[in-house]
């Protein structure tokens, strides 16, 4: 057990490492990872070599046997004449070549196999995490996820394969040839022919198969992308009676990707057909050769024992080479697919002198701010908006007015691409993305939870919270009583219950409910309500409203909402509309101008209201 300890040290899957983009070029991204743990490769690299020098021996031995056998005539004269070199051979082969083998695979299981594998992963899981909402908004989420737990797999099968595997088959040649050499010149040509149209073949078929793979890992995360799209969002397939079309489109790309992988194993069988034959002509022309050898009396017996037996031995070992290095190359294929997902330059980064956002009160400025997603379709030109700290400010305007926009850019989801925005004369340009966040409090239309227990989801909040803070948030929110009540699939009740992916087992109000006592935890001074109630029922809002009163006490307040009767008591309300502040002021004003937000408000309560 020690032993086993032992090897599984020597790499730390979750050390600390710099938080940096990998390489976008294929030999780089793949020493990046290598690089790491280059000392362990070394090792296999070193123990590989006398594993298989310690293999060729033993075809050696049959050689030897064989000739010491025919030398003699009599078992007693054969003991008394090579009793040394029987009692070396047994030391080889007992001792020597299984403590060899267990060093081989306790490196290649115990330290490479698992620990390299969520090296990778983990390191790409943390930049892939910290990237832009954009990015995670371009690419489904399914293909991401495949896109890190296989490339992780795949450059460890196709560097741990090519150390061990093309190690020994270059050890396994250059020994063969010498070794022939030794006994007889004439058998080294058999195997230098093979060598060349062996090489030939891989340089024939390996940039093909290379091609092919790619076509194939990248069908496969399109596949996985599609599959796990259709799961997150069966709810929605269901209610629309989609299951036929989803059928279709899911035929689809399986087609696409059967195809892929169809064409590429085509070029499998060719492979292997084409090396069947090589090989095939090896055996036959080293056997003829063997014999005619021992036919002129150049060689022994024991020769021809020992060259066909090592033939046939390499015959075995490249056919199974010639699959590995299919399978290298497949999963070169995938780490080409990952690369151009994982290996992408994040778009929203922390500045290199960036600071802590520290001691807020919360007043937020946007000056001569441009924002566009799209160059040709500007969202804000020159937007300017002062909001003193404890003010609350409800935006107030039609669908794509920008809204949504603005707290988005506040929390710098995005950057601007012109003027800045400053927290009580701070740039949020300057400052870590984490300490801004942390200063900001957002509820949402559609409260996001993940698919852990109520307690995980809170701890979003405080991580330090214990559970009696939690559950004095969520009496607050009054939520207490049905989390108390709450039971999952599994038996785990109250705080330890599980929510289901997205909340899904929680109804819309409960959800709610949690999300608000998540944000009382979180206790920051800037608060963002995006339409926090519109898709609740009247029972639900009224509670969610009187929660909201609770949590926006003492803060900066910026609160979205298309039912104006949540926000007619801020103390000011913003319109926009394409992207402008058309309107500013509070409601009993806006009322009486007569403007956009009198239309709106006359809408939404009638001609008496006004």
């Not at 057909?273 to 002509?281: G, K, Y």
Request: net charge neutral.
């Amino acid at each position: 057990m020690k032993l086993l300890e032992l090897f599984e040290s020597f790499i730390k899957p979750f050390k600390h490492h710099p938080d940096e983009a990998p390489p976008t070029t294929l030999f780089a991204f793949y020493w990046h990872y290598v690089k790491q743990v280059k000392w362990v490769f070394v090792g296999l690299l070193v123990i590989g070599f006398f594993v298989s020098i310690l293999e060729i021996a033993l075809f050696s031995y049959i050689g030897k046997i064989v000739d010491m056998v025919e030398s003699v005539s009599s078992p007693k004269e054969l003991w008394a004449e090579h009793s040394g070199e029987f009692i070396w051979m047994m030391v080889v082969i007992v001792l020597l070549r299984p403590i060899a083998s267990l060093i081989h695979n306790l490196i290649m299981n115990q330290a490479l196999t698992t620990n390299f594998t969520s090296m990778i992963r983990w390191q790409q899981h943390r930049y892939v995490l910290k990237q832009s909402i954009n990015f995670f908004h371009s690419s489904l989420s399914g293909g991401i996820a495949a896109r890190v737990m296989n490339t992780g797999q795949a450059i460890r099968n196709s560097v741990i394969m090519s150390t061990d595997s093309m190690w020994r088959v270059v050890i396994y040649a250059v020994t063969t040839v010498v070794l022939f050499f030794e006994v007889n010149i004439w058998l080294t040509v058999p195997i230098l022919l093979w060598i060349l149209a062996y090489i030939l073949l891989l340089s024939y078929f390996l940039p093909r198969t290379r091609k092919r793979s790619h076509r194939s890992a990248k069908a496969r995360s399109k596949l996985m992308g599609h599959v796990v799209d259709s799961y997150s969002n069966i709810t929605t397939l269901k209610l629309f009676s989609h299951s036929s079309k989803d059928e279709n489109d899911a035929k689809a790309v399986m087609r696409e990707q059967t195809d892929a992988a169809l064409y590429s194993t085509k070029l499998s069988t060719s492979m292997d057909f084409s090396l069947m034959m090589i090989n095939s002509l090896l055996i036959a022309s080293t056997v003829g050769v063997s014999l005619y050898l021992w036919g002129t009396s150049l060689i022994t017996a024991g020769a021809i024992a020992f060259t066909v037996s090592l033939v046939i031995r390499i015959n075995t070992m490249s056919s199974w080479v010639m699959r590995v290095v299919s399978h290298i190359f497949e999963d070169i294929g995938s780490v080409q697919d990952g690369i151009k997902v994982i290996a992408q330059e994040r778009e929203v980064v922390d500045a290199k002198n960036a600071k802590a956002l520290k001691n807020i009160e919360g007043e937020v400025i946007f000056k001569d701010v441009d924002f566009h997603y799209h160059p040709a379709k500007p969202i804000y030109e020159t937007l300017n908006l002062h909001i003193k700290a404890g003010e609350k400010i409800g935006l107030v305007g039609p669908s794509g007015a920008g809204k949504t926009t603005l707290t988005q850019i506040l929390l710098r989801l995005y950057d601007v691409k012109g003027g800045e925005i400053t927290i009580d004369g701070q740039n949020i340009a300057g400052v870590t993305q984490d300490s801004l966040r942390e200063n900001i409090g957002v509820v949402t239309q559609e409260p996001a939870l993940f698919h852990r227990s109520i307690r995980d989801n809170l701890l979003y909040g405080n991580h330090d919270a214990t559970d009696e803070m939690l559950y004095e948030a969520l009496k607050k929110t009054k939520a207490d009583e049905f989390v108390r009540e709450l039971v999952d699939q599994n038996g785990k009740r109250g705080l330890d219950a599980l929510v289901g992916e997205s909340g899904v087992k929680l109804s819309g109000g409960q959800r709610q409910r949690i999300a608000i006592a998540r944000v009382l935890l979180k206790d920051a001074p800037i608060l963002i309500l995006d339409e926090a109630t519109s898709a609740l029922d009247s029972e639900s809002e009224a509670v969610i409203q009187e929660n909201l009163g609770i949590l926006m006490e003492g803060k900066t307040v910026i609160a979205i909402a298309h039912r104006l009767s949540t926000i007619s008591e801020m103390d000011r309300l913003i319109v926009m509309d394409h992207g402008k502040i058309v309107e500013m002021g509070s409601h009993q004003e806006l009322v009486k101008n007569n403007g956009i937000y009198a239309s709106f408000w006359r809408k939404q309560v009638g001609q008496d209201a006004i």
